[in-house]
């Protein structure tokens, strides 16, 4: 019960997939006797697979690592690509962008996606560096501004796929999230390696990240389409 990787798993479903799915409940709430029963499910579903996908692709790539000659440079510049692709992949199928409430299902699938996603980060996290409680409770902080992150871009992809500009919406996002590697990779290395001599550049990458990432969602959750009957028919 005390192992590296129960705690890992009991902090990933505290800090991600609970959540992620109040968060999503509280988006659908006003809606949910509207929507798809089985497209709710389903985009839960697959923002987990695809989150699962996309971190296996990242940890097999090594993208993740910290170098002593580059630091993180890899997974500043290629995660974003890469998340945006895979969470892409999944806005953009047809069994949710032929809906017209298309963001409400891409909200749930991008809160998914980046719920698995930072749980299997964290897992391996605590598997390869010994922390302690407050570094592990600042990496799960940034995995929630992560979550937040991905379920607003899920909304703002299913809203470009509407006016035939998904790829666009896609590539500005990445370049946002790639902002926010930057002030992730910050942390890390001042958490695993004392890169820097306050902790102070810890918090304040955690502020500024937690905060560009609740504003993306928060602007996207706002545009959100008014559901009926008809437009669920």
């Not at 630091?71 to 945006?84: D, T």
């Not at 069994?95 to 017209?100: A, D």
């Not at 290395?189 to 004392?194: V, W």
């Amino acid at each position: 019960m005390d192992s590296v990787i129960f705690q890992a798993n009991v902090l990933g479903m505290l800090a991600f997939i609970v959540p992620a799915l109040i968060l999503f409940l509280r988006v659908i709430k006003d809606v949910e006797d509207k929507l798809v029963e089985r497209k709710l499910y389903l985009a839960c579903g697959i923002g987990v697979v695809l989150g699962t996908a996309a971190d296996i692709v990242m940890i097999l790539g090594g993208i993740d690592l910290y170098s002593t000659d580059i630091g993180y440079a890899s997974m500043i510049l290629v995660s974003p690509f890469i998340i945006m692709i895979f969470l892409f992949i999944g806005v953009n199928l047809n069994t949710f962008k032929s809906e017209y409430a298309a963001p409400y299902y891409s909200a749930g699938l991008g809160l998914f996606y980046g719920g698995s996603l930072e749980f299997w980060r964290l897992l391996m996290t605590e598997e390869r560096y010994n922390l302690t409680e407050s570094e592990a409770f600042v990496i799960a902080a940034f995995g929630f501004g992560t979550l937040l992150f991905l379920g607003g871009a899920g909304t703002w992809i299913a809203y470009g796929i509407k006016n035939e500009e998904g790829a666009r919406y896609a590539a500005r996002l990445a370049f946002l999230y790639l902002f926010l590697a930057f002030l992730y990779a910050s942390a890390l290395e001042n958490i695993h390696y004392n890169v820097h001599d306050s902790v102070l550049i810890t918090i304040a990458a955690l502020i500024g990240y937690i905060a560009v990432s609740a504003t993306l969602f928060h602007q996207a959750i706002l545009r959100l389409p008014k559901i009926t009957k008809k437009n669920k028919d």
